[in-house]
């Protein structure tokens, strides 16, 4: 009976369980299959909650809130590459810069020496959370970068104080901080820029822990958000924009794009016994005045015809860009109808035998030329006499010893613009830099080039062919009387065919830049849509400087 029962129990309870899940599928799983399923609810991120954001994404990177921002991956991965070797370098830098700044606290504070006892960056390198290219018209690449870096660096110093040794070490590292770093200025020298501007845009979050021989004294109530707050306000002060930290790359003599200075006003007065050039025993004498290091052409004075002492008394204003090192060439020729004009002699000039608003005269014994290694010849060859000025601009005044107190620096915002009636008159410098044009597209040919027309003198850009983005760099300079107010400069970009055709020249846009904002603020530097062009745009730079 016992044998039966048992099984009938197996029997049962092997039966029961496939009946029962059949029984409970048909009852609680079926009826929901049948009924009409309806499609997942799609919601754009924005419209959910912050909540739901910050359980999504616990933490954006920059290129997702903002879509400027680029992600930098692949650069990431070369810090990883890099970074033992990255860390050696800059702890060895750190070393040398650290040795000369303990040397001067040893012998203070009965300090008998202080030295890195370790010194690493750990493992784990910064990390660019987004980088940012910003576009202007200067010569210069701006970048802004997002870094944070958990590092876990290995710093411990060692504190030699009388008999004691006290050691301070530097735990759990954390920075989270904006940077912009810009490259300035564009060189043609190889790396392309001469220095690193950096600076930060924000208060810079810095956590990190400190032990001294053992103990942890961030630990003391207070004393944590105290350092916190400190550290924050003291590298503010030093790097927070507008605040830089500048690092040298290329020699700055060697790149730097010499500006003018000043204007040099020469006086050719008159010479004396000039060399007998033609047959009838007489010359026809003409000056050529040039600086060393200009590209300008040369000034001359007029031919005075049958006249071995010619009187010119003629002025002339030459722009100076170096006064410490450029040279005034004199030269005296002989001016032939047919063939090339003679040359009846030289001479040289250092500008820095000139001092600022001085006038000087000099009366100059002519020369074969200035090559110092040739054995002179004894030929008198007449002499010639010069007055020579040299003005410095009022903004370098200070830089050769001029009066500084009647001119304060001129800032380019609204509040520090000049009126028509403030404008100081005088002679000046107009500079033009016509830099590039972009999408300057001509119906028959693309080889732009620029025109500039400024009170009925014309000057002209080389041609640049088959492109629609034109890069000339050119500079123009137009010596004036008086500040350009209420005047407008008109350049023309236009383009045309190296063959001769019938449509040989087309123009591809113009525009009329009024002068009155570069009197006011002294420099512009902006870009210019072409009128008559569909999408022609001119950049250029415009510089007035008063002498």
Same mark, same amino acid.
């Given at each position: 009976?016992?044998?039966?029962?048992?099984?009938?129990?197996?029997?049962?309870?092997?039966?029961?369980?496939?009946?029962?899940?059949?029984?409970?599928?048909?009852? !609680?799983?079926?009826?929901?299959?049948?009924?009409?399923?309806?499609?997942?609810?799609?919601?754009?991120?924005?419209?959910?909650?912050?909540?739901?954001?910050?359980?999504?994404?616990?933490?954006?990177?920059?290129?997702?809130?903002?879509?400027?921002?680029?992600?930098?991956?692949?650069?990431?991965?070369?810090?990883?590459?890099?970074?033992?070797?990255?860390?050696?370098?800059? $702890?060895?830098?750190?070393?040398?810069?650290?040795?000369?700044?303990?040397?001067?606290?040893?012998?203070?504070?009965?300090?008998?020496?202080?030295?890195?006892?370790?010194?690493? #960056?750990?493992?784990?390198?910064?990390?660019?959370?987004?980088?940012?290219?910003?576009?202007?018209?200067?010569?210069?690449?701006?970048?802004?970068?997002?870094?944070?870096?958990?590092?876990?660096?290995?710093?411990?110093?060692?504190?030699?104080?009388?008999?004691?040794?006290?050691?301070?070490? #530097?735990?759990?590292?954390?920075?989270?901080?904006?940077?912009?770093?810009?490259?300035?200025?564009?060189?043609?020298?190889?790396? $392309? !820029?001469?220095?690193?501007?950096? &600076?930060?845009?924000?208060?810079?979050?810095?956590?990190?822990?400190?032990?001294?021989?053992?103990?942890?004294?961030?630990?003391?109530?207070?004393?944590?958000? !105290?350092?916190?707050?400190?550290?924050?306000?003291?590298?503010?002060?030093?790097?927070?924009?507008?605040?830089?930290?500048?690092?040298?790359?290329?020699?700055?003599?060697?790149?730097?794009?010499?500006?003018?200075?000043?204007?040099? +006003?020469?006086?050719?007065?008159?010479? +004396?016994?000039?060399?007998?050039?033609?047959?009838?025993?007489?010359?026809?004498?003409?000056?050529?005045?040039?600086?060393?290091?200009?590209?300008?052409?040369?000034?001359?004075? &007029?031919?005075?015809?049958?006249?071995?002492?010619?009187?010119?008394?003629?002025?002339?204003?030459?722009?100076?860009?170096?006064?410490?090192?450029?040279?005034?060439?004199?030269?005296?020729?002989?001016? =032939?109808?047919?063939?090339?004009?003679?040359?009846?002699?030289?001479?040289?000039?250092?500008?820095?035998?000139?001092?600022?608003?001085?006038?000087?005269?000099?009366?100059?014994? #002519?020369?074969? =030329?200035?090559?110092?290694?040739?054995?002179?010849?004894?030929?008198?060859?007449?002499?010639?006499?010069?007055?020579?000025?040299?003005?410095?601009?009022?903004?370098?005044?200070?830089?050769?010893?001029?009066?500084?107190?009647?001119?304060?620096?001129?800032?380019?915002?609204?509040?520090?613009?000049?009126? =028509?009636?403030?404008?100081?008159?005088?002679?000046?410098?107009?500079?033009?830099?016509?830099?590039?044009?972009?999408?300057?597209?001509?119906?028959?040919?693309?080889?732009?080039?620029?025109?500039?027309?400024?009170?009925?003198?014309?000057?002209?850009?080389?041609?640049?062919?088959?492109?629609?983005?034109?890069?000339?760099?050119?500079?123009?300079?137009?010596?004036?009387?008086?500040?350009?107010?209420?005047?407008?400069? +008109?350049?023309?970009?236009?383009?045309?065919?190296?063959?001769?055709?019938?449509?040989?020249?087309?123009?591809?846009?113009?525009?009329?830049?009024?002068?009155?904002?570069?009197? +006011?603020?002294?420099?512009?530097? =902006?870009?210019?849509?072409?009128?008559?062009?569909?999408?022609?745009?001119?950049?250029?730079?415009?510089?007035?400087?008063?002498?």
């Amino acid at each position: 009976m016992g044998l039966l029962s048992s099984l009938l129990g197996i029997i049962g309870f092997v039966i029961g369980i496939p009946l029962g899940l059949l029984v409970g599928f048909f009852v !609680f799983v079926y009826p929901e299959d049948t009924k009409q399923v309806k499609d997942p609810v799609v919601r754009p991120i924005s419209d959910l909650g912050p909540k739901a954001v910050e359980e999504l994404l616990p933490e954006i990177p920059p290129w997702v809130k903002t879509p400027d921002y680029e992600r930098v991956d692949w650069l990431n991965k070369f810090l990883l590459d890099m970074w033992p070797f990255l860390d050696k370098a800059i $702890c060895g830098m750190i070393r040398l810069t650290a040795k000369p700044i303990f040397a001067e606290y040893i012998g203070k504070y009965q300090i008998k020496g202080i030295e890195f006892d370790k010194l690493s #960056l750990g493992t784990l390198p910064p990390t660019l959370c987004g980088i940012k290219v910003l576009e202007t018209n200067e010569k210069e690449l701006v970048m802004e970068q997002v870094i944070k870096w958990a590092g876990n660096p290995n710093i411990v110093l060692d504190l030699h104080v009388s008999s004691l040794k006290i050691s301070v070490q #530097l735990v759990d590292l954390q920075v989270f901080v904006t940077l912009r770093t810009t490259l300035r200025p564009l060189v043609p020298t190889i790396p $392309c !820029f001469a220095k690193i501007v950096v &600076s930060l845009m924000g208060k810079p979050h810095v956590d990190f822990g400190m032990k001294i021989s053992g103990g942890d004294i961030m630990a003391i109530p207070g004393l944590y958000g !105290f350092v916190q707050e400190t550290i924050k306000k003291q590298v503010a002060s030093l790097y927070l924009w507008p605040q830089t930290l500048e690092i040298p790359i290329l020699d700055e003599s060697t790149v730097a794009i010499k500006k003018p200075v000043g204007i040099l +006003h020469v006086n050719v007065v008159r010479a +004396h016994k000039l060399l007998k050039k033609d047959l009838l025993g007489t010359s026809d004498p003409y000056v050529k005045l040039t600086l060393t290091g200009d590209k300008l052409s040369a000034k001359k004075t &007029s031919i005075k015809m049958r006249n071995l002492n010619p009187e010119w008394n003629e002025k002339f204003k030459l722009v100076v860009k170096d006064p410490n090192s450029q040279v005034l060439q004199l030269q005296v020729y002989d001016w =032939d109808k047919v063939g090339a004009h003679d040359r009846l002699g030289m001479q040289l000039v250092p500008l820095k035998v000139l001092k600022p608003y001085e006038n000087k005269e000099f009366t100059l014994d #002519l020369l074969k =030329d200035t090559n110092i290694n040739e054995v002179p010849i004894k030929k008198n060859r007449g002499q010639i006499v010069v007055d020579l000025t040299f003005v410095p601009f009022k903004e370098d005044s200070m830089k050769f010893g001029g009066a500084s107190g009647t001119y304060s620096r001129r800032e380019s915002r609204s509040d520090a613009l000049l009126t =028509d009636d403030e404008i100081e008159e005088g002679s000046g410098l107009l500079s033009l830099v016509i830099q590039e044009a972009e999408e300057v597209e001509g119906e028959h040919h693309n080889n732009p080039y620029a025109v500039l027309t400024f009170r009925g003198e014309k000057k002209k850009t080389k041609m640049i062919r088959k492109t629609r983005h034109p890069r000339w760099n050119e500079e123009f300079q137009f010596m004036l009387e008086e500040p350009p107010l209420h005047e407008k400069i +008109h350049i023309q970009v236009l383009s045309k065919r190296k063959n001769f055709s019938f449509l040989s020249k087309e123009s591809l846009g113009y525009v009329e830049i009024n002068l009155n904002d570069v009197v +006011h603020n002294g420099r512009i530097n =902006d870009k210019y849509h072409l009128i008559d062009s569909k999408n022609g745009v001119i950049q250029v730079e415009i510089r007035w400087t008063t002498a």
